[in-house]
């Protein structure tokens, strides 16, 4: 087994089978669990996922082909870990059906996240609820703008990066909170 790698901050999608690859629910589940919960075996990520273990290996095996997860140390057979290789996933330039279908399984993936925080939203003490965001901007940008809107949002989140590799940076009270950066041009002109 080759050794691992130190995870990148970033893996880039391009080819139209990895996209496809990725696009895959499970696989999608499996790449983020492992970022967060990570590293696990095919065992584990069945437990987590619901998956039966050889589904969870098939996924597994898939992911690591087009280098999205890899082999960690210890273990073998059903007892090999496994490990993202990297942090985050892009595919921005990809220009393929295949990165429209990959965009929709995430827009869906989302869909189901926003929802389910919704739903569940009463559990959660007032000071979290009063701090939760739902709403949007209707702005008028030139592309170039939008660009750099993507530049300075990076830029604002980055001091909080370094807290989701060591938990030792994190505030007491500290929770995972998923940041949508989601920016499109608005065809239609309408505002919420």
Same mark, same amino acid.
Request: aromatic share 8%; proline share 4%; net charge negative.
């Given at each position: 087994m080759p050794e691992p790698s130190t995870p990148q901050h970033s893996v880039h #999608?391009?080819?139209?089978?990895?996209?496809?690859?990725?696009?895959?629910?499970?696989?999608?589940?499996?790449?983020? #669990? #492992?970022?967060?919960e990570g590293p696990f075996t095919a065992t584990r990520a069945a437990e987590l996922t619901g998956e039966s273990v050889a589904s969870c290996s098939y996924h597994l095996r898939m992911l690591a082909k087009y280098g999205l997860v890899e082999e960690a140390e210890g273990g073998q057979g059903r007892a090999k870990p496994w490990r993202a290789t990297a942090r985050y996933t892009t595919w921005k330039g990809a220009d393929s059906e295949a990165a429209?279908?990959?965009?929709?399984?995430?827009?869906?993936?989302?869909?189901?996240?926003?929802?389910?925080?919704?739903?569940?939203?009463?559990?959660?003490?007032?000071?979290?609820?009063?701090?939760?965001?739902?709403?949007?901007?209707?702005?008028?940008?030139?592309?170039?703008?939008?660009a750099e809107l993507e530049e300075k949002f990076s830029k604002l989140l980055e001091p909080y990066g370094e807290r989701f590799d060591d938990p030792s940076r994190r505030p007491e009270g500290a929770e995972p909170v998923t940041v949508l950066r989601i920016a499109f041009r608005n065809r239609r002109g309408e505002a919420s």
């Open positions: #999608l391009a080819d139209p089978r990895a996209l496809r690859a990725y696009a895959h629910p499970t696989r999608m589940k499996l790449v983020g #669990l #492992l970022r967060t429209e279908d990959l965009n929709m399984a995430v827009a869906e993936l989302y869909f189901e996240r926003i929802t389910h925080a919704i739903e569940t939203q009463q559990q959660l003490p007032r000071e979290w609820r009063e701090a939760e965001q739902f709403g949007d901007d209707l702005v008028y940008l030139t592309a170039t703008e939008l």
